[in-house]
């Protein structure tokens, strides 16, 4: 979960499509992971969470995918809305622990 | 619901001059952490407390920041003598309990700018 700053990736597509946004974490020992949007001049805003023991969790038009072979994690985006765009981040606990470790977020854009 | 209020919304002030930022978390919240978001480093968690006591302060960059929460109501975070490369967006974020499998709820930040 170490950030890297300056440039961001950025994913953009079309208004209605389906978009995918990847996380990779870096503790296996990782039981608890939460997505947030943060859009311009805000805090970032809890959108779905899952724990270790699940490996795909449903929201309102958000679906979270969790792989823990390959430390992986995914957010979808059902029908994506110009609302939608936003810097996404995913962030990690790792076991017991309080702390949250973010990742260094995707900025998602909509093209109508 | 009143979400977690911070105070300032923007600081603006010069190099050398003490810099005050407040937090009010979520009633019933007994966390709060105190996180830095800038382009180079991305969001970084400075210093969390349980029930007012400071669990964690091993992100706090040096001995010029400092953080209290004098009640569950009010969290400060202090910087003396600010500098320039101190500027960034300061966030809060309260949770209930100790957090475990729930979301941090955060508030919409301070943007500190030191000329």
């Known amino acids: 979960g170490e950030s890297v700053g300056l440039h961001l990736p950025t994913l953009s597509v079309q208004e209605g499509d389906n978009s995918i946004i990847n996380c990779a974490y870096s503790?296996?020992?990782?039981?608890?992971f939460i997505w947030y949007k943060q859009e311009s001049g805000k805090g970032p805003q809890f959108i779905i969470d899952?724990?270790?023991?699940?490996d795909k969790r449903q929201g309102q038009r958000v679906t979270v995918l969790l792989n823990k072979t390959v430390k992986h994690l995914s957010l979808q985006i059902a029908a994506t809305q110009p609302g939608d765009s936003a810097v996404y981040f995913c962030?990690?606990?790792?076991?017991?622990?309080?702390?949250?470790?973010f990742g260094q977020g995707t900025r998602l854009t909509i093209n109508p | 619901d009143a979400g977690v209020i911070q105070s300032p919304r923007h600081e603006v002030t010069e190099m050398g001059q003490e810099v005050t930022l407040r937090c009010k978390p979520i009633?019933?919240?007994?966390?709060l952490f105190w996180y830095r978001q800038t382009m180079m480093r991305g969001l970084e968690l400075l210093i969390y407390?349980?029930?007012?006591?400071?669990?964690?302060d091993s992100g706090m960059p040096e001995d010029r920041f400092s953080a209290k929460m004098p009640n569950a109501s009010f969290s400060t975070l202090k910087i003396q003598p600010s500098e320039p490369r101190d500027s960034a967006v300061y966030f809060c974020?309260?949770?209930?309990?100790?957090?475990?499998?729930?979301?941090?709820?955060f508030g919409d930040g301070t943007r500190l700018s030191i000329l």
């Open positions: 974020a309260s949770i209930s309990g100790t957090g475990y499998d729930q979301p941090q709820h």
């Open positions: 503790n296996s020992a990782s039981d608890y």
């Open positions: 009633s019933g919240h007994n966390s």
């Open positions: 407390f349980n029930n007012n006591v400071p669990i964690d």
């Open positions: 962030a990690e606990r790792g076991q017991g622990a309080q702390k949250l470790v």
């Open positions: 899952i724990r270790s023991n699940m």
